[in-house]
């Protein structure tokens, strides 16, 4: 399949090449386009035959459900069963914006958009170019991140280009993305508001309005049995080709494990990615070193990760040694990619 890639400027958007993205998605075809989270391969997600094609493109397991993405409130009416009083309170308060709520689902939302699950995600995005072809093609868009399954999510056009040129008919080009990690799912289906998936809006905000928010206990933790509520969540993610530690404790400490890490990997002659901070970058004499971006700016760090782990990926590393951050506000988030990042291969120092 031959793709087409075109650049569209968020602040001018050019209606001729947004007709023909519609046109796509009108005829059941995938077209890829920027969220202000990260990339999204999007389909008609009331279309079945087109939703299948997602998962064919990705390689994606059919039992991870996906997200629908609307322009309105109003759009939403159609697919759930009811809007709970304290969805509503969200809407309003977070969209558009980086988080997905789950909702009962009303009868016209195909199975293979939900993968069976009697609740339906849902998220209107902030990004203008996504708003404007969601309502452009006057249907709700099916849209997981635009990654090959398992590789990280894609931030840049050139991300998606890698992992998906030759099987999407589109790719629109609006540069960089925002905020650099997914959306935040919170389960808002049952009585007790649960975030199953942390990102771009953080359990502090959510704590402002839903003052007994829950956090899937899952989050944190890979295997021993633990299954997440979230079938996306038990899938290996976000991997580099090289093998990863992730480093979980005070700075001093950590920067001491990895020093002497790194001096013991390269004595046994392994390659050394060292993905760090602007404070700890000079601290480092060994290995390829890479900063995030500064401590104090967990919005930078976001935006960083995956394209740092994609980065590495094009080195010649064996093994990755990373810095962990504080797991408060966005950090949870961070924390969270890093932790799958490296299959759960988190040391506390
Ligand atoms: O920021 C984002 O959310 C991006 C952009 C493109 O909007 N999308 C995204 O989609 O990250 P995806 O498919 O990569 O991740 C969706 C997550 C998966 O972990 C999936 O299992 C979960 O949401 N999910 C979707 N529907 C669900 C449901 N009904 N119940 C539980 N989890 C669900
Ligand atoms: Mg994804």
């Not at 199975?111 to 708003?131: C, F, H, Y």
């Amino acid at each position: 399949m031959e793709t087409r890639i075109v650049k569209i400027d968020e602040n001018h958007i050019d209606k001729g090449l947004m007709e023909e993205a519609v046109e796509i998605i009108k005829n059941g075809g995938l077209v890829a386009f920027p969220t202000e989270t990260v990339y999204g391969l999007g389909a008609n997600g009331l279309n079945e035959e087109a939703v299948r094609k997602i998962f064919q493109a990705k390689g994606r397991p059919q039992d991870n459900p996906l997200i629908l993405h609307v322009h309105s409130t109003q759009q939403v009416k159609e697919l759930v069963v009811e809007i709970p009083e304290i969805a509503r309170i969200c809407m309003e308060k977070f969209w558009p914006g980086p988080i997905t709520f789950l909702l009962k689902r009303s009868q016209i939302v195909p199975d293979i958009i939900t993968a069976g699950l009697d609740t339906v995600a849902i998220r209107m995005p902030e990004n203008k170019i996504a708003l404007e072809l969601i309502r452009m093609a006057n249907t709700p868009i099916a849209a997981p991140s635009a990654n090959i399954s398992g590789r990280p999510s894609p931030t840049s056009a050139n991300h998606v280009i890698d992992d998906l040129m030759g099987k999407v008919h589109m790719i629109i080009d609006g540069g960089k993305t925002g905020v650099g990690l997914e959306s935040t799912v919170l389960d808002l289906s049952g009585d007790l508001p649960m975030i199953l998936r942390p990102g771009g809006v953080t359990k502090e905000e959510l704590s402002q309005i839903i003052p007994n928010i829950a956090i899937d206990s899952s989050i944190m933790r890979e295997g021993e049995g633990i299954v997440p509520k979230s079938p996306g969540q038990k899938y290996r993610h976000y991997a580099p080709k090289a093998e990863m530690i992730v480093y979980n404790g005070e700075i001093h400490s950590i920067v001491e494990a990895i020093r002497d890490n790194t001096k013991r990997y390269k004595e046994i002659g392994k390659s050394v990615g060292i993905i760090c901070t602007d404070e700890t970058k000079g601290l480092y004499t060994h290995g390829y070193i890479i900063s995030m971006g500064s401590r104090k700016n967990k919005e930078t760090i976001a935006r960083n990760l995956f394209n740092i782990l994609r980065t590495l990926d094009g080195k010649e590393i064996d093994i990755i040694l990373a810095e962990g951050v504080e797991l408060s506000d966005l950090g949870i988030a961070i924390m969270n990619r890093m932790m799958k990042a490296a299959s759960g291969n988190v040391i506390d120092v």
